[in-house]
């Protein structure tokens, strides 16, 4: 029972591990696209900005001077409030993407952690009736029920 106890428990291992490396893609996924995204808004204000720019460079002096001044601060801000936006809306939708994943993952492990228990109990049964043999090069000769004899072997 020891050995099927430990194959059961490296079976466990290797779901963890999977499941593991599918969060890690999915999170890989939702930041490559939220990069794009995200680069996309920042290049987008960044235009917009060089556009006023462009047209302030009409102005003389002082006038030129303050105005490159204020949109160089409305642009820093604009950029830092954006930055924040994003941050924020990464955090909520990895969270929400984590919690999704993980839950699924949960009941998956709890499935496979019950039908593991179950095949454990059906051998246990199954070496106490003396339907099959502890050693492996006996299981040849050990008695099948007739329950489990299908009408093609009969």
């Known amino acids: 029972m020891s050995a099927l106890r ?13 499941q593991h490396a599918a969060r890690r893609a999915a999170h890989r996924a ?13 290049a987008a204000v960044i235009s917009r900005f060089v556009h006023l720019r462009e047209g302030a460079r009409g102005l003389d002096g002082y006038a030129k001077a303050a105005a490159l001044s204020r949109l160089a ?3 820093a801000s604009e950029l830092a409030n954006l930055a924040l936006i994003h941050a924020a809306e990464k955090r909520a939708l990895r969270s929400r993407l984590s919690r999704s994943i993980l839950a699924a993952q949960k009941h998956e492990r709890r499935h496979r952690r019950r039908a593991l228990r179950r095949q454990r109990a059906v051998f246990a049964v199954a070496l106490r009736n003396g339907w099959c043999s502890r050693s492996i090069g006996k299981t040849s000769r050990a008695r099948v029920p007739a329950r489990l004899i299908t009408t093609t072997q009969r």
């Open 6 to 18: 430990a194959l059961d428990r490296a079976l466990l291992r290797l779901l963890l591990e999977s």
């Open 73 to 75: 601060a409305e642009e």
């Open 30 to 42: 939702l930041d490559a696209s939220l990069s794009n995204r995200h680069a996309a808004a920042l």
